[in-house]
């Protein structure tokens, strides 16, 4: 699946605009990129970096905590394994920026 990335919610490892590569259903390490629904709007796909491993799901966090409108586990709870898409494996765009995670 491809993502774009909008909002600064990310940063430094991910930029508005970087457009991404999801691997759908991989599983999920501590410290790795992940795509998922948000809860209580499951409509909304979110871009964060899983923390750890809960009985109630994954706690996921923004790389930059101060970003305006970020949303993660510190709002809404650990994300529930059923409203996790995928681990991000690829950012290719832009070429410049551009890197692999196996």
Do not use: H
Not at 15 to 44: H, K, N, S
Not at 67 to 95: E, H, I, M, N, T
Request: hydrophobic residues 45%; glycine residues 8%; aromatic residues 8%.
């Amino acid at each position: 699946m491809r993502v774009r990335v909008e909002g600064e919610s990310m940063l430094p490892a991910l930029r508005p605009g970087d457009r991404l590569l999801v691997c759908l259903r991989a599983q999920i390490r501590p410290g790795d990129l992940v795509l998922a629904r948000l809860p209580g709007a499951e409509d909304t796909l979110i871009v964060k970096r899983a923390a750890w491993a809960t009985e109630q799901g994954w706690w996921v966090e923004s790389d930059n905590q101060r970003a305006s409108g970020r949303k993660d586990s510190w709002d809404f709870g650990p994300v529930p394994a059923s409203l996790l898409v995928g681990r991000v494996v690829l950012c290719y765009w832009p070429v410049r920026r551009a890197w692999l995670r196996p």
